[in-house]
């Protein structure tokens, strides 16, 4: 099976062209909306085709879409050669159109739904692949800003732990010290270090997380709510 073209993390999750910042995951905002409007318009032919999950990803020479069946144990894979010069959505859409029309010309033919699903899922190449790389792993992220573990020079982690108040106590201390307008630090630095201390000490009485699914490097699709969702966020890291 092809390796998802996402391992180059320096490039486009979208359209996969070379970003100027490992930091960044797309090249635009607009790149980004582009892909899922287009794969969550074309959702029909997973209804179709019962799919219960499914992933999409791309590598440099192919587009990649995987299935899995409800009730199956066996994932489909429909790999198509990328187009020179051509974007990996415009790629899908000509896969998804050549799907829907063998579909629909094998339903009118049959005039069974049933039989339509077959002849397309025998087109694809069924795999033995572990259900997980297609079923993503649900992730529970501490809902607090990026901004304020960076102030106190903590990482998510390390919220994840039974001493969570001596460790902000601790990494305020440490901080208060290099930044105290008494001892020769920047006076709104400080400030902010104080309200990032706060919020954190507030969320540690109360801790919160946010649910999350999906995969890093491929777009997911879930029956459930019939929607393309994008790679979740490289930092997510509690199971």
Not at 95 to 109: D, F, I, P, V, Y
Not at 124 to 148: F, G, Q, S
Not at 167 to 187: E, M, V
Not at 213 to 222: E, I, T
């Amino acid at each position: 099976m092809p390796v998802p073209f996402r391992e180059k993390y320096h490039s486009c999750l979208s359209c996969g062209i070379p970003l100027n910042s490992r930091r960044k995951r797309y090249c635009s905002t607009k790149c980004r909306q582009t892909l899922a409007t287009y794969l969550n318009r074309r959702t029909g032919l997973l209804v179709a085709l019962n799919t219960w999950h499914a992933t999409f990803y791309f590598t440099d020479y192919v587009i990649v879409m995987d299935i899995l069946p409800y009730g199956s144990q066996s994932i489909y894979s429909f790999i198509l050669p990328r187009t020179p010069g051509q974007k990996p959505v415009d790629d899908y859409c000509e896969m998804s159109k050549w799907l829907g029309t063998a579909w629909w010309n094998e339903r009118h033919r049959t005039k069974k739904r049933y039989k339509a699903s077959t002849y397309i899922l025998n087109k694809a190449k069924r795999t033995d692949a572990p259900l997980n790389t297609v079923i993503p792993e649900r992730l529970y992220v501490p809902a607090v800003k990026e901004t304020d573990l960076k102030v106190l020079s903590l990482s998510k982690p390390e919220l994840v732990s039974d001493s969570l108040s001596f460790k902000i106590k601790r990494a305020y201390r440490q901080q208060a010290k290099k930044h105290h307008p008494d001892l020769g630090g920047d006076a709104k630095r400080f400030r902010n270090l104080q309200l990032a201390y706060e919020k954190l000490i507030q969320w540690s009485k109360n801790p919160t997380f946010v649910s999350l699914s999906g995969f890093p490097d491929k777009w997911h699709y879930d029956r459930y709510t019939n929607r393309w969702t994008r790679p979740r966020p490289m930092k997510c890291l509690y199971s």
